[in-house]
């Protein structure tokens, strides 16, 4: 049924006639493209102008545009162009074509200097505005947590169990089995390098030192940002994109109240059990390394622990434990509050979320360096 | 392709969904004849969407066999397939239009991937199939969330109907767009049907849409078919569920 379209001259003189035969179809449209635009050339000053379309075996809206567009440039001055032999059937196609306006220019955009220099002003800019916005949210959700003092009975128990349940709970065999792996292998490097000064026992005093101030809650935090930041950030962006927000707002209820509050309760509980967790089954995968390894057994591992480290050395771990989880919450939700319309902007500010949740994480925790060596602990 | 025109469109055999242990289709048949507007009808929940998403394949089927064009879909390779998919459009309930694409990247998106056509025919065409669905040709470089429910549902007919497909699946096209809009929609499906020779599928609650754009009205219901026919048949039955839906307050409003 389909045959290859054609478009001839059939008349010459002072009239000047075309006749398009064949399928007027999008398949063919680059070979319709390439005669329509021939066929343009040839309006001269003809003083009547037909497109005869009686043969045409079948036609869509591309032949029919490309027909129309062939009408639109043929047409000069009080000279138009006609269609001839339309049957009924494509006539409403045709007429339906003839009613398109003509492309508007669209700005493509072109990349320039100043253009590039505007884009890097307004990023630094935006640091400030992102501070901000942090600083924002943590007052409307300490405000929040007033409120929930005062009227204890708003409080959302489930949800925040709910919560528990998801970032704490579900993430220990993760985190646990990755602090043990980082134990073990720092264990095993202690070992290897001490072992040259025959300093093998003071393995157990880095272990314990690093483990306990440095590397369980840091290590433990950045995975959290990873894995409940974002899931934060991409349920209450996609809660955004559908109106959810809103809906919730017109019922007179505070979406930072509902939804935000409970997760950063339980986000800030979950830390510190996962951060004690982490710190303890990095300590065992390096006890074990220590005594499989380096030959350190069980019993001069703990003696040797219990000389090395304090309840300072503890302290210092967990005591940043909360402060890092409230950080990483208000990053996910401002992330999450500030998602738009489309799948590509929750995309963009679930990474941002885990970007700048690390980021900040890491900070705090110079913060707390420098702080706590001022203080001598 | 002689024997495509008696054939119908879509033959769809003792079709068997299930999800779960609730089967919502149970041994369906159903033809849709070349070049007609099928309406179809059911009450809430009685998987007129599944139906519809079973013959898309979206969703898969216990049992039974589903050919479009001619091509079954099960024994149907991947070119034959794509071929097939190349020659129907969907409109989703929802739209689905791309979030993160304008309005015209999201019509040029099918024609970018099936047709080698310049970009100049396509910036037009989009203009032409934005004209034919009522919509401004200001409304090409918007995103989707900042269109109305109503200019949704258009631009995403627009996107359907924007490979000139021979047939086209409408779920629920008129709900969410006022009276007004409803009839033109209507109106230009019909146009559509008889410019293009188009088929359409269309699911559908609009009263005045099974009055005015439908040739054929199929009635879904306890996972079969319950009865198919034109507009007068249906008026005939004595279905009690079809007596509700054709003779209550709203119907006789309808027909006035």
């Given at each position: 049924m389909t045959s290859d379209p054609k478009l001839e001259r059939i008349a010459k003189g002072n009239a000047l006639a075309l006749c398009a035969t064949g399928t007027w179809t999008a398949s063919f449209a680059p070979v319709l493209e390439r005669m329509v635009a021939d066929a343009e050339k040839?309006?001269?000053?003809?003083q009547n102008?037909?497109?005869?379309?009686?043969?045409?075996?079948?036609?869509?809206?591309?032949?029919?545009?490309?027909?129309?567009?062939?009408?639109?440039?043929?047409?000069?001055?009080?000279?138009?162009?006609?269609?001839?032999?339309?049957?009924?059937?494509?006539?409403s196609l045709v007429d339906e074509v003839r009613r398109v306006r003509a492309t508007?220019?669209?700005?493509?955009?072109?990349?320039?200097?100043?253009?590039?220099?505007?884009?890097?002003?307004?990023?630094?800019?935006?640091?400030?505005?992102?501070?901000?916005?942090?600083?924002?949210?943590?007052?409307?959700?300490?405000a929040a947590g007033g409120r929930v003092l005062i009227h204890p009975r708003s409080f959302r128990l489930t949800s925040t169990v709910h919560h528990m349940e998801?970032?704490?709970w579900r993430a220990v065999p993760i985190i646990v089995l990755i602090t043990f792996l980082i134990g073990c292998i720092i264990a095993q490097q202690g070992i290897f390098h001490f072992r040259r000064f025959g300093a093998d026992i003071f393995v157990v005093d880095m272990?314990?030192?690093?483990?306990?101030?440095?590397?369980?809650?840091?290590?433990?935090a950045i995975m959290v940002a990873g894995r409940s930041g974002s899931a934060y950030t991409a349920e209450l962006g996609s809660m955004k994109m559908r109106e959810e927000i809103d809906a919730l707002r017109t019922m007179g209820f505070d979406p930072i109240e509902v939804l935000v509050l409970p997760r950063m309760l339980a986000l800030v509980l979950a830390l510190p059990i996962l951060a004690f967790l982490g710190a303890m089954a990095a300590l065992y995968g390096g006890g074990l390394v220590a005594w499989l390894y380096g030959g350190v057994d069980p019993e001069a591992f703990l003696l040797r622990l219990r000389d090395a480290i304090s309840i300072d050395h503890f302290i210092v771990g967990i005591v940043k434990a909360p402060v890092m989880a409230a950080v990483i919450g208000i990053v996910a939700c401002v992330e999450g509050l500030a998602v738009q319309g489309?799948?590509?902007?929750?995309g963009q500010h679930t990474t941002a979320s885990v970007v700048k949740g690390i980021f900040f994480v890491i900070v705090m925790d110079g913060v707390f360096a420098i702080f706590f060596a001022s203080i001598g602990m | 392709m002689a024997g495509e025109i008696q054939n119908p469109i879509i033959r769809v055999r003792d079709i068997t969904v299930?999800?779960?242990?609730?089967?919502?289709?149970?041994?369906?048949?159903?033809?849709?004849?070349?070049?007609?507007?099928?309406?179809?009808?059911?009450?809430?929940?009685?998987?007129?969407?599944?139906?519809?998403?079973?013959?898309?394949?979206l969703v898969p089927k216990v049992a039974g066999s589903i050919e479009v064009f001619g091509v079954d879909l099960d024994s149907s390779n991947t070119s034959q397939r794509r071929n097939v998919e190349r020659r129907w459009g969907v409109l989703f309930q929802q739209g689905a239009l791309f979030s993160s694409l304008t309005v015209r990247q999201n019509i040029q998106f099918p024609m970018r991937e099936y047709l080698r056509v310049s970009q100049r025919l396509m910036d037009e065409i989009t203009m032409a199939k934005l004209?034919?669905?009522?919509?401004?040709?200001?409304?090409?470089?918007?995103?989707?969330?900042?269109?109305?429910?109503?200019?949704?549902?258009?631009?995403?007919l627009a996107r359907a109907l924007s490979l000139d497909p021979d047939l086209v699946f409408l779920d629920e096209p008129t709900s969410g767009l006022d009276p007004i809009g409803a009839g033109d929609f209507d109106e230009l499906v019909r146009t559509l049907q008889r410019t293009l020779g188009l088929t359409v599928f269309m699911v559908t609650h609009d009263l005045d849409s099974l009055y005015t754009a439908c040739d054929r009205i199929a009635v879904l219901g306890n996972g079969k078919i319950i009865a198919a026919g034109s507009i007068a048949d249906m008026q005939a039955s004595q279905h009690p569920w079809l007596r509700q839906y054709f003779h209550g307050k709203r119907a006789r409003a309808v027909m006035g």
């Amino acid at each position: 049924m389909t045959s290859d379209p054609k478009l001839e001259r059939i008349a010459k003189g002072n009239a000047l006639a075309l006749c398009a035969t064949g399928t007027w179809t999008a398949s063919f449209a680059p070979v319709l493209e390439r005669m329509v635009a021939d066929a343009e050339k040839l309006a001269g000053g003809s003083q009547n102008i037909f497109i005869d379309v009686s043969e045409v075996a079948k036609l869509d809206t591309f032949g029919a545009w490309l027909i129309e567009r062939l009408r639109r440039s043929l047409t000069h001055g009080a000279v138009e162009a006609q269609i001839a032999g339309l049957s009924a059937n494509y006539s409403s196609l045709v007429d339906e074509v003839r009613r398109v306006r003509a492309t508007p220019v669209v700005d493509a955009g072109t990349i320039t200097i100043t253009g590039m220099l505007e884009q890097i002003g307004r990023a630094v800019a935006g640091v400030a505005g992102t501070v901000a916005g942090l600083i924002d949210m943590l007052g409307a959700v300490l405000a929040a947590g007033g409120r929930v003092l005062i009227h204890p009975r708003s409080f959302r128990l489930t949800s925040t169990v709910h919560h528990m349940e998801q970032v704490c709970w579900r993430a220990v065999p993760i985190i646990v089995l990755i602090t043990f792996l980082i134990g073990c292998i720092i264990a095993q490097q202690g070992i290897f390098h001490f072992r040259r000064f025959g300093a093998d026992i003071f393995v157990v005093d880095m272990l314990g030192v690093l483990v306990l101030r440095e590397i369980g809650v840091l290590l433990v935090a950045i995975m959290v940002a990873g894995r409940s930041g974002s899931a934060y950030t991409a349920e209450l962006g996609s809660m955004k994109m559908r109106e959810e927000i809103d809906a919730l707002r017109t019922m007179g209820f505070d979406p930072i109240e509902v939804l935000v509050l409970p997760r950063m309760l339980a986000l800030v509980l979950a830390l510190p059990i996962l951060a004690f967790l982490g710190a303890m089954a990095a300590l065992y995968g390096g006890g074990l390394v220590a005594w499989l390894y380096g030959g350190v057994d069980p019993e001069a591992f703990l003696l040797r622990l219990r000389d090395a480290i304090s309840i300072d050395h503890f302290i210092v771990g967990i005591v940043k434990a909360p402060v890092m989880a409230a950080v990483i919450g208000i990053v996910a939700c401002v992330e999450g509050l500030a998602v738009q319309g489309s799948a590509e902007s929750l995309g963009q500010h679930t990474t941002a979320s885990v970007v700048k949740g690390i980021f900040f994480v890491i900070v705090m925790d110079g913060v707390f360096a420098i702080f706590f060596a001022s203080i001598g602990m | 392709m002689a024997g495509e025109i008696q054939n119908p469109i879509i033959r769809v055999r003792d079709i068997t969904v299930q999800f779960g242990s609730t089967r919502v289709l149970d041994g369906l048949n159903l033809d849709v004849k070349r070049g007609e507007i099928l309406g179809f009808v059911g009450p809430s929940g009685a998987g007129k969407s599944v139906l519809t998403r079973t013959i898309i394949g979206l969703v898969p089927k216990v049992a039974g066999s589903i050919e479009v064009f001619g091509v079954d879909l099960d024994s149907s390779n991947t070119s034959q397939r794509r071929n097939v998919e190349r020659r129907w459009g969907v409109l989703f309930q929802q739209g689905a239009l791309f979030s993160s694409l304008t309005v015209r990247q999201n019509i040029q998106f099918p024609m970018r991937e099936y047709l080698r056509v310049s970009q100049r025919l396509m910036d037009e065409i989009t203009m032409a199939k934005l004209t034919m669905v009522g919509l401004k040709p200001e409304v090409a470089e918007r995103f989707p969330s900042e269109l109305s429910g109503g200019m949704i549902k258009r631009v995403a007919l627009a996107r359907a109907l924007s490979l000139d497909p021979d047939l086209v699946f409408l779920d629920e096209p008129t709900s969410g767009l006022d009276p007004i809009g409803a009839g033109d929609f209507d109106e230009l499906v019909r146009t559509l049907q008889r410019t293009l020779g188009l088929t359409v599928f269309m699911v559908t609650h609009d009263l005045d849409s099974l009055y005015t754009a439908c040739d054929r009205i199929a009635v879904l219901g306890n996972g079969k078919i319950i009865a198919a026919g034109s507009i007068a048949d249906m008026q005939a039955s004595q279905h009690p569920w079809l007596r509700q839906y054709f003779h209550g307050k709203r119907a006789r409003a309808v027909m006035g």
